[in-house]
Every structure is written in structure tokens, then in C-alpha cells.
């Protein structure tokens, strides 16, 4: 079956950095795009960035110049570099699978049809 596993989520000061795993099985991983998404308390879920199966990076405004994503294929595990982090980006971090790997809506939950269960991300001094 399809696993999500996120990892590395922690308590940051501001201005640190983070990096974020998901670790997947369950699924071709080559082909499929794979998708990071955050929701802070009281708020919707965020689209933050996605990687498609040819590696095109997308990202919100909110994070472009500060989040790296990137995937290791042959680990089946995407990658989400933090820096420069904010109190803003305080939130769970969730990552999830797009098996048909259509990214021109990368940013809609509902184009992805599988989802870890989250790593926390606080950002705090």
C-alpha cells in the first residue's frame, strides 16, 4: 500500500533552518510528482512546494529563495530545504503523492491522492 513517511520537523529559532524528509513506498516513485503542503492552526492547508517525476521544482511566494525541494529517486525520498525560517511557517508539514503527476494545479490538495500524517515545524524563539 502507499506510505508517506515525513521527518525532521522541529522546534527552529527564527532565521534557522530545517530539513524536511518523505520517505515513500507503495507506488512507482519515478513517476509520480510529490507535493509539500502546511497548515498552521485555525488555517487551510498551503500548498508550499512540489517537484515533479522530471524534477520541475514549483513554490509558493511565500518561500521561493528560502525552501529548497529536491528528490532522491533512488531513496524514494523528497526533500523540503528550510532557511531563513520565520514565525510564519510555524505549521504541520504534510507530504503527498500525485500519481498521474499533473502539476499545472501543484498547488490544490486535491490533485494529490495520498498524504503522510505530518511533522510539526515550530518556529519560535
Known amino acids: 500500500q502507499v506510505q508517506l513517511v515525513e521527518s525532521g520537523g522541529d522546534l527552529v529559532q527564527p532565521g534557522g533552518s530545517l530539513r524536511l524528509s518523505c520517505a515513500a513506498s507503495?507506488?512507482?516513485?519515478?513517476?509520480?510528482?510529490i507535493g509539500w503542503f502546511r497548515q498552521a492552526p485555525g488555517k487551510g492547508r498551503e500548498g508550499v512546494s512540489c517537484?515533479?517525476?522530471?524534477?520541475?521544482?514549483y513554490y509558493a511566494d511565500s518561500v521561493k529563495r528560502r525552501f529548497t525541494i529536491s528528490r532522491d529517486n533512488a531513496k524514494k525520498t523528497v526533500f523540503l530545504q528550510m532557511n531563513s525560517l520565520k514565525p510564519e511557517d510555524t505549521a504541520v508539514y504534510y507530504c503527498a503523492v500525485d500519481l498521474q503527476s499533473s502539476t499545472w494545479r501543484w498547488s490544490h490538495a486535491s490533485e494529490y491522492d495520498y498524504w503522510g500524517q505530518g511533522t510539526q515545524v515550530t518556529v519560535s524563539s
Open positions: 517537484i515533479s517525476r522530471g524534477s520541475t521544482t
Open positions: 507503495g507506488f512507482t516513485f519515478n513517476d509520480a510528482s
